[in-house]
C-alpha cells in the first residue's frame, strides 16, 4: 500500500513537472513565433508594397505554412488576382513559390518556373536566397512573363523542365489539344 502511493506521488509530481515545463518552453516558442511571423508580415508589407500598387495584392493573414515552433521558419501566403506566393523565411534563406489562383495548392519553387522562362537552356536566372526586396524587384521585372506561364493555357504541372520549355513556347492550338488529351500525373511535380 504504501508504495502505491508513492508511486502515485511520484507520478503526480512528474505530471505536474512536465506540464510547468511545456507551458514555460511551448510558451516561449510560441511567444516567438508570433513575433517573428508579425515581422516578417511587416517586413513583406514594406518590400512588395509596389507590387501590391500595381498588382492588386495582399498578405493572407490565415495562411502559412505551420513550422515546429522550435525552429525560426515563419511563412506568409501572398496573394494577387493572377497568381499567389508564398515565401519562406528561416535559417538565413528565403524561398518563394507560386501557384495560380485558380490551382491554390499547385505551388512551384520560383527557381523552377524562372528555368521555364529561360531562353537558352543553359541559362538560370534562380533567386538565391536574397533579400525580399530583391525578390520584389525580380517578381516586377517578369511580372509578365510568370503571369502568362501560370495562365491556364501554359500551366502543365506534370512536365519536366524540358518538356514545359518546349509545351509554353507551342501555338496555342496545340497547346489546347495537348491539354484535352493528357492529364497531370498525379504527384509527379516537379520542383
Known amino acids: 500500500m504504501k508504495r502505491s502511493f508513492l508511486l502515485s506521488l511520484l507520478f503526480l509530481f512528474g505530471s505536474a513537472l512536465g506540464w510547468v515545463y511545456k507551458m514555460a518552453f511551448g510558451g516561449l516558442d510560441e511567444a516567438f513565433y508570433r513575433r517573428s511571423r508579425r515581422a516578417f508580415i511587416a517586413e513583406v508589407n514594406g518590400s512588395f ?62 527557381s523552377f518556373l524562372q528555368q521555364v522562362l529561360a531562353s537558352p537552356p543553359g541559362y538560370t536566372p534562380v533567386f538565391e536566397n536574397g533579400s525580399l526586396d530583391q525578390l520584389a524587384g525580380q517578381l516586377q521585372t517578369g511580372w509578365d512573363q510568370l503571369v502568362d506561364l501560370l495562365s491556364e493555357q501554359n500551366w502543365f504541372p506534370g512536365l519536366t523542365l524540358a518538356e514545359w520549355r518546349k509545351f509554353i513556347r507551342l501555338p496555342s492550338e496545340e497547346k489546347l489539344a495537348i491539354l484535352a488529351g493528357r492529364k497531370p500525373k498525379p504527384g509527379t511535380h516537379d520542383r
Open 49 to 110: 508594397s509596389y507590387l501590391f500598387s500595381q498588382h492588386g495584392g495582399k498578405v493572407n493573414l490565415q495562411e502559412g505554412v505551420d513550422f515546429p515552433r522550435a525552429f525560426d521558419y515563419v511563412s506568409v501566403t501572398v496573394e494577387f488576382k493572377e497568381l499567389r506566393i508564398r515565401l519562406i523565411q528561416g535559417r538565413g534563406e528565403l524561398e518563394a513559390e507560386l501557384a495560380p489562383t485558380r490551382e491554390p495548392g499547385d505551388w512551384r519553387d520560383l
